[in-house]
């Protein structure tokens, strides 16, 4: 039976990918205007999101031709390159994933354990269908919305809204550093989902796309001016998981204790889905090769990332994100923009071609 995934399911599905560290891991340098680099991110999501739908319905139409069958050599060349990108963000999620449960509930768990449970997790996300994947996403978004509006809720009353203000105190340059990481490593990165998901699209979807990654933008700005309002600055930029410190100052009763769990079940359940959507451009290839080649494919990915989140223990992830942030603009944004530009006018000079009078 064929895979197929709606646009709604898409939509869902890109939600839970952009929300994976994003609405709980601080952009630092932002100060206080990081919720205006995520509401910049919003208006960024609409472009490179279509952007990548198009790729992908460009790379449909010229598959059945004999150039088309380049097109996929190429692509499959491509998929190692990209391959490599995504054990990288692999590991470096895993590690903000070890951070984060040791710095907050798991004090005293060895890192150990945390990786073999992500790896485990992030392996059955990988290898399982499409459509499969898609209806755990829906139900992910599910909780993840409600989590999220409760989490708002909660902390209304006590919530400064003068302390997102006055924006700009110190310059631009401190926001637009946030609005380069978030673009390169949450927004970026949605190449993999969108590309690999694709074949199993049905009708038009484009727009579920760019609805689906505003959303998350969305949610993500309204997540961080309330950390700020909650925190207040400069206290906020001292934090290292912001959304989860924050909802630790919140208390509505002695009944509703301990809200910030509420902000952590949504990483840890966004986390390990954003990890294998970015692997299943990598097991979509190797299955393509050889039938039932994505276990190994995934088997040996996830095996990769766990042994470099073991080796950098002791690195900041945040200076490798750093690092990683120019590489990920390149091959995820700047390279696929410049692809897209090549494929359209090859379309259009086609088109052209074909409806253009005979010569007499």
């Given at each position: ?8 399911q898409l ?10 560290g994003?609405?709980?891991v ?6 206080r205007?990081s ?14 999101l ?10 449909a ?16 060349a ?22 984060f449960?040791s ?10 354990m945390?990786?073999v ?10 290898v ?29 009353p006590?919530l ?5 203000l ?7 340059a ?6 380069f990481?978030?673009?390169a ?39 961080s ?15 290292r ?5 924050a909802?630790?100052?919140v ?45 190994a ?7 990769l ?8 223990k ?8 750093r690092?990683a ?16 530009a ?15 009078p005979?010569?007499?």
């Amino acid at each position: 039976m064929k895979e197929q995934i709606t646009g709604k399911q898409l939509a869902y599905l890109l939600l839970v990918f952009l929300m994976g560290g994003g609405a709980t891991v601080g952009l630092r340098n932002a100060d206080r205007d990081s919720w205006i680099a995520y509401a910049l991110l919003m208006l960024l999501s609409a472009p490179v999101l279509y952007m990548y739908h198009r790729l992908a319905v460009l790379r449909a139409e010229y598959a059945a031709d004999a150039r088309g069958k380049t097109f996929e050599r190429l692509s499959a060349a491509a998929a190692g390159v990209y391959g490599l990108a995504a054990v990288g963000m692999n590991a470096l999620m895993l590690d903000f994933f070890c951070d984060f449960l040791s710095s907050t509930a798991l004090t005293h768990t060895s890192r150990l354990m945390p990786v073999v449970f992500m790896s485990v997790t992030v392996f059955i996300l990988a290898v399982c269908r499409s459509d499969a994947a898609a209806r755990i996403c829906t139900v992910i978004f599910v909780l993840t919305l409600l989590f999220a509006v409760l989490a708002l809720a909660a902390a209304l009353p006590q919530l400064d809204f003068g302390a997102v203000l006055p924006v700009f105190e110190n310059g631009v340059a401190g926001m637009t550093d946030a609005l380069f990481t978030a673009a390169a490593m949450q927004l970026g990165f949605a190449f993999f989902p969108v590309t690999a998901l694709a074949p199993a699209l049905k009708g038009k979807w484009g727009g579920y796309a760019v609805c689906g990654g505003a959303a998350a933008c969305l949610i993500m700005t309204v997540h961080s001016a309330r950390d700020i309002m909650l925190l207040g600055y400069p206290l906020i930029s001292l934090y290292r998981f912001p959304a989860y410190t924050a909802m630790e100052v919140v208390h509505v009763s002695e009944l509703t204790q301990r809200l910030e769990m509420l902000t952590a079940i949504v990483y840890v359940m966004c986390q390990p889905v954003k990890a294998a959507l970015c692997l299943r451009l990598l097991t979509n290839a190797a299955e393509k090769r050889r039938q039932g080649g994505r276990y190994a494919a995934a088997a040996a990915a996830v095996a990769l990332a766990a042994g470099i989140t073991m080796l950098i223990k002791n690195v900041d992830g945040y200076r490798i994100m750093r690092a990683a942030r120019m590489p990920a603009i390149i091959l995820l944004i700047a390279l696929p923009a410049a692809y897209w530009a090549a494929l359209e006018l090859r379309r259009l000079l086609r088109k052209n071609k074909k409806t253009s009078p005979p010569f007499e």
